[in-house]
């Protein structure tokens, strides 16, 4: 303000620089993904126009319908909902008895145990890769003798659903690796934050542990849960090396995406890979844009406090 | 760790209590446990085990023990087995230092200097307070696909039209600077989220002394804000650090499994294991990239102090 009456010229001559910086900041963040989404609606013909004429060439639904009309990207779809969404169900569950335990527990060995849960959310996922690998192949031979032992085909059926490679159910359990410590550890961060008069009162009220979590804490943490649910999501969502190590033909859809080829491997389909690329990224966004506060407080739980 | 502050202190006759709570703590983190010991222990002494073994993919049955021959080992004839006798190898190493050094200190700054901009008080605040979480919600391999695609010499803005038609990614000694102009790309935004999130709960009171005793905004960054984020900044650095030493995704998409197999270590160790189908051999090149990033979490954690409670 100061400035702004003393010496104006200059005050101005900084409020210009610092919007121009400002303008800058916005175009360097967005800029890629408009021109991603400008291709996804230009024909793929327009792809060889100068960039001012691809920007007025004409707007096309195209390369969405032939995404949408693509039988792989349409399971991938299905599968990673299937596989992220499992993952983090199973992660919140489990993680939040941990966190209850970890957040409100007096034990011996506890730093032992957030230690070793720390140490896993920094494993390079190479480390296991083989060890994964080696173990859903060996679980499913063990399931084909099985299957081929019995005679029942009601048995069939049921140990069949157990397989694990090439099948969501082995991607859920192997992103447990990076969806566990994850939950834990924000969450345990939540629980402690709560104040425990709430559930010292259940306890004198003679409740067990588990109705003390499901029906007292639970409630009080259910924006707890919606941000480490929404960000394990994320992780899930997006995984890759696991996903194109364990599956063969039931591709995720990073894995779609990476592996989207046109006739030769110099003929790119840019148009509907740029397609398939908004298609799995505006869900995100949008997720992301509604609960940003949310993410804010779980990144910095989950991150900054470890 | 410390004891829980807000529970109210107990009276004394609870140890049998405390006995019962302790036994509760135990079966409600069991879950956890056995999930843990699945998917990361049981599977980690496997790749442990299986370095020291001759051991195909497809037969992991039929292997023999070898001792560390897949580390080190020369032939009769003279030919180099190990893989740390591979150059390959000493290239994937070389690389994914350089990506992470260079990729993590440039986050840091473009990172610092967002958060500051968006820190301070304009019209359009909100807004670009928005924008900076869309880089961040795209996935890896989105964004890999996006700049290839900018990339792409015939067709792409940068590489078309900036570079006049250079196939940057052909070559891996310009494809890692593209790398990690994209990885910057991806996860500045998540840095300058972080170092906003320190730089909201600084105390406003001293930068009104500090502008009383007329301490430059300068003399103020360098000697207030800068101090006081040390520790934010420094666990979000630990933290990309690790995400850029174990980086795959980005190689992988961009140049291909093959060349991938040269810019990053994991992507070495997965083309010995999966393409390859070498077992032992990509047991033990796995154990190599744990044992680094385990080096270089203890190095950080000694060194700068790092706590993370």
Do not use: C
């Amino acid at each position: 303000m100061n400035l702004k009456t003393a010496n104006p010229a200059l005050y101005y001559l900084q409020r210009t620089a610092f919007y121009l910086l400002v303008l800058l900041i916005a175009v360097y963040l967005l800029a890629p993904f408009v021109w991603a989404v400008l291709t996804s609606l230009r024909s793929p013909g327009d792809l060889f126009l100068t960039p001012r004429e691809f920007i007025a060439a004409p707007t096309t639904l195209q390369n969405y319908a032939q995404v949408f009309s693509y039988p792989n990207f349409q399971r991938g779809l299905f599968y990673s909902l299937i596989v992220a969404v499992g993952s983090v169900l199973v992660s919140l569950l489990i993680g939040s008895f941990a966190a209850y335990a970890l957040g409100r527990f007096r034990f011996k060995g506890k730093s032992v145990i957030l230690y070793i849960i720390l140490g896993v959310s920094v494993f390079p996922q190479i480390a296991v890769l083989g060890g994964l690998y080696s173990f859903l192949q060996g679980a499913d031979s063990a399931l084909n003798a099985a299957i081929e032992a019995s005679s029942s085909g009601v048995l069939d059926r049921v140990l069949d659903a157990f397989r694990l490679y090439n099948r969501p159910l082995g991607l859920i359990l192997s992103y447990l690796i990076f969806t566990i410590p994850f939950t834990v550890w924000v969450l345990t961060s939540f629980v402690r934050d709560i104040p425990g008069e709430l559930e010292e009162a259940a306890l004198v009220d003679g409740a067990s542990p588990l109705q003390t979590l499901f029906l007292v804490l639970f409630p009080v943490m259910m924006p707890a849960l919606v941000t480490t649910g929404l960000l394990a999501f994320i992780n899930a969502w997006n995984e890759y090396l696991f996903a194109l190590t364990f599956t063969s033909t039931n591709r995720t859809v990073p894995v779609v995406i990476a592996n989207y080829s046109g006739a030769t491997q110099f003929d790119q389909p840019w148009g509907p890979i740029m397609a398939a690329s908004i298609v799995v990224t505006v869900p995100l966004i949008i997720l992301v844009l509604v609960f940003q506060r949310n993410i804010v407080s779980g990144l910095t739980a989950g991150a900054v406090k470890g | 760790m410390t004891v829980n502050a807000t529970a109210p202190a107990r009276p004394r006759r609870t140890r049998g209590i405390e006995a019962a709570r302790a036994r509760q703590a135990l079966w409600l983190l069991l879950p956890t446990l056995i999930a843990i010991a699945l998917v990361a222990g049981y599977p980690l002494y496997r790749t442990f085990y299986f370095s020291l073994f001759d051991a195909n993919l497809t037969s992991p049955d039929q292997r023999t023990f070898i001792g560390l021959d897949n580390f080190w080992f020369t032939t009769e004839d003279g030919v180099a087995v190990g893989f740390l006798q591979d150059p390959k190898w000493w290239g994937a190493v070389k690389n994914t230092l350089l990506f992470t050094v260079v990729s993590v200190f440039l986050e840091t700054v473009f990172g610092m200097i967002i958060a500051l901009v968006v820190n301070s008080a304009f019209k359009g605040r909100g807004l670009l307070r928005t924008a900076m979480l869309v880089p961040w919600a795209i996935p890896t391999v989105v964004s890999a696909q996006m700049w290839a695609y900018l990339y792409n010499d015939s067709f792409g803005l940068i590489g078309r039209g900036l570079l006049g038609g250079q196939a940057v990614l052909a070559n891996t000694d310009t494809a890692i600077w593209a790398l990690i102009a994209v990885d910057v790309w991806k996860t500045t935004s998540f840095m300058a989220l972080l170092i906003l999130a320190g730089l909201q709960s600084l105390p406003g009171d001293m930068y009104e002394a500090a502008d009383v005793d007329g301490a430059s905004k300068w003399t103020q960054f360098w000697r207030l804000t800068l101090p006081l984020l040390r520790p934010a900044l420094l666990v979000a650095l630990v933290f990309r650090s690790l995400d850029a030493l174990r980086v795959f995704d980005v190689m992988s998409v961009m140049l291909g499994n093959v060349n991938a197999a040269s810019t990053s270590m994991t992507g070495y160790a997965r083309q010995a294991l999966i393409d390859n189908q070498l077992l032992g051999m990509g047991s033990a090149v796995s154990v190599a990239v744990f044992l680094i990033i385990m080096v270089i979490v203890v190095i950080y954690v000694t060194a700068f102090r790092v706590k993370f409670d």
